[in-house]
C-alpha cells in the first residue's frame, strides 16, 4: 500500500518570503498523481497543484511550484513571495492510476505567515 | 463552480445514537468519498460510491454505513456513535474514470462531529 509523510507538523514564514514544503511517499508504481491540498482554516479544502509522475517537468501555478524527484520519491511545495492568505494546513496527496480514484493523504503541515 | 455541500457544519451527539451526515454535490459527479480527518493522521477515506447504490469500503469503514440513493447525494451513517468517532468529516466528489484520472476531488466544508 502507498503510504504519504510529511515531517513537518509545523511551519513559520516571514510575509513575501519563500517557504519549502516537504513530501515523501513510498510506492512500487510507476505512474502516479501528486497532488497538494490547501485547507484554510475553517473554509473548504482546494487543489494547489498538481504533478503527473511521468512528467518530467516540475509543475507551477502562480507563486506555486513543486520540486518532484521520482527516483528518491518526493514531492516538495515552494511558495514564494508568501502571503497572509497563504497561512492554513497544507496536505500531500497521492493517487494511484491502478487503483484509480482513491487519494492517500499525508498528515498535514501547518503553515502560519508572520506580518 | 463545483459546489459540495454538507448538511451540518458542527453537530453534537450522544453515545449510541444514529447520526445521519449528509453531502450533495451539483456537478453530475459520478464518484463520491467520505473522509475523516484528525490532527496527526491527515484524511483517511472511509467510504467511496462509483455509481448510484453502488459502494466501496475504504481504509477505515468499521462502525460507519453508506447510503446513495440518488446521484448527487451521498449520506454516511454512523449506526451506533461513539466517543472515538469524534472527528472530522470531509465529503468530496469528481467525475468517474472516463475522465483524465489527474482530475481533482472536490471538498465540501466539513462536519465537525463531537459524541458525548
Known amino acids: 500500500a502507498q503510504t504519504v509523510t510529511q515531517s513537518q507538523p509545523e511551519m513559520s514564514v516571514q510575509e513575501a518570503e519563500t517557504v519549502t514544503l516537504s513530501c515523501t511517499y513510498d510506492t512500487s508504481e510507476s505512474d502516479y498523481y501528486l497532488f497538494w491540498y490547501k485547507q484554510p482554516p475553517s473554509r473548504q479544502m482546494i487543489l494547489v497543484i498538481r504533478?503527473?509522475?511521468?512528467?518530467?517537468q516540475n509543475a507551477t501555478e502562480n507563486r506555486f511550484s513543486v520540486n518532484f524527484q521520482k527516483a528518491a520519491k518526493s514531492f516538495s511545495l515552494k511558495i514564494s513571495d508568501s502571503q497572509l492568505g497563504d497561512a492554513a494546513m497544507y496536505f500531500c496527496?497521492?493517487?494511484?492510476?491502478?487503483?484509480?480514484?482513491?487519494?492517500?493523504f499525508g498528515a498535514g503541515t501547518i503553515l502560519r505567515v508572520k506580518s | 463552480d463545483v459546489k459540495v455541500t454538507q448538511s451540518s457544519r458542527y453537530l453534537v451527539k450522544r453515545t449510541g445514537e444514529k447520526v445521519f451526515l449528509e453531502c450533495v454535490q451539483d456537478?453530475?459527479?459520478?464518484?463520491m468519498f467520505w473522509y475523516r480527518q484528525d490532527p496527526g493522521l491527515g484524511l483517511r477515506l472511509i467510504y467511496f460510491?462509483?455509481?448510484?447504490?453502488?459502494?466501496e469500503k475504504g481504509d477505515i469503514p468499521e462502525g460507519y454505513s453508506v447510503s446513495r440513493e440518488k446521484k448527487e447525494r451521498f449520506s454516511l451513517i454512523l449506526e451506533s456513535a461513539s466517543t472515538n468517532q469524534t472527528s472530522m468529516y470531509l465529503c468530496?466528489?469528481?467525475?468517474?474514470?472516463?475522465?483524465?484520472?489527474?482530475?481533482?476531488?472536490?471538498f465540501g466544508p466539513g462536519t465537525r462531529l463531537l459524541v458525548l
Open positions: 460510491s462509483y455509481d448510484v447504490k453502488m459502494k
Open positions: 496527496a497521492y493517487r494511484s492510476l491502478e487503483y484509480g480514484n482513491k487519494l492517500v
Open positions: 468530496a466528489s469528481n467525475h468517474g474514470p472516463t475522465v483524465a484520472y489527474q482530475e481533482t476531488q472536490y
Open positions: 504533478q503527473e509522475a511521468y512528467k518530467q
Open positions: 456537478m453530475d459527479h459520478e464518484n
